[in-house]
């Protein structure tokens, strides 16, 4: 019996000084790697590092974190982050933030309130710690802009996860259900439209390969989007179905090159939308319907069209119609394989022609779309299994 409990006390003394050393080690590192980036493009500033949970968790608190890119002009910053870890299994992070938050992008603030935001990164165990698989799930989301512009969304889901035949590819799943777009927006689209003023959901499914893996040296080696696969992308709105799938890769000049199939049920209703959302001025409602019903015509569908959008040579059109110049494919620093800022045109400079971005978020002045490359599979999609596994 005394030898039991010399054993149990030795195995507690040991297991608390590796919490101790542990918790040391993360509230060191943490602070170190904030204090690191003051001399390069990534400014960070923080109040205050706290580690606790002794003994089974190391509990990290960030008081007032703030992340800003210079190059990019992008940033996040908020009262507060907290990440969580089992003592016995460090590799699996459980983070959750503040119901207020703010989102820096060029030209505007964007204040982001949920009722609550959490998430989860597993890597694998290692030295590298590769990242392995992400979910994040966001309830009573509503997104504020300083450009004027608000939108919301019931719930958001985002999941990624390693493919299991690549180390260089993932899977990525986004998913929002009811939401709301901007006030502008629904106020240009009333009287032309039976749409409801929500939006029932939202989804994409995706395959990405990088050039890098996604791991602890992300900072040297700065992964970048090598190619897309757009598995399906889906807008249910109404009796207003859109959805997509192709590939869109970048060519060598860094724009936009490849297809992306769209199929439109209730065609119809899609055309207020876009003259709401700017892409069409009215005077050429008449002409874009009858190009689009003589198109859902010669598949003997008429109420629904199933149309390429094709990025090739520089150019981008939607079936006959064409569109401008393709996106440009480089990233802010202008190497190629960055994400797609089609706010901009081909030549960098905003497109002031009837066909353009919507109005409420041309006041953002980037944004991102997808490329694309590997075939698809039968996987179950990393929204799918966030959901199985909670």
Known sequence: MRTLLVVVLVAAGLWGGYWFVGARAVEHGVTDWFASQGSGPLQVSQSGVDVQGFPNRFDLTVTQPRIVDEVSGTGWTAPFAQVFAMTWKPWHLIATLPQEQMLILPGQDVVVTSTLVQGSVVMVPGTDLVLDRTTVVGDGLAL??????????????????RAPDDALAHEIGVELTTVQPDAAFRMALQGQ???????????????VDLSAPVDRHVGETRPAIEAVKLREALLSWGDLVISGRGEVVPAPDGRADGRIEIRVENWRKMVPVMVAAGLITPQVTETVTRAMQLLAEQDGTPDVLDVPLVFQQGRMTLGPIPLGPAPSC????????????????ADGLRDSRPIRAPAWFRRCRRRPSVRGASSGCNRPTPIARARSTG
């Open 144 to 161: 504020r802009s300083t450009a004027g512009w608000e939108i919301s969304a019931t719930s958001a889901r985002f999941a990624t996860r």
């Open 193 to 207: 439209s039976d749409l409801p003023e929500q939006i029932d959901r939202l989804r994409l499914d995706a395959w």
């Open 330 to 345: 480089a990233d802010v620093t202008g190497s190629r394989g960055g994400p797609c800022w089609t706010c901009r045109n």
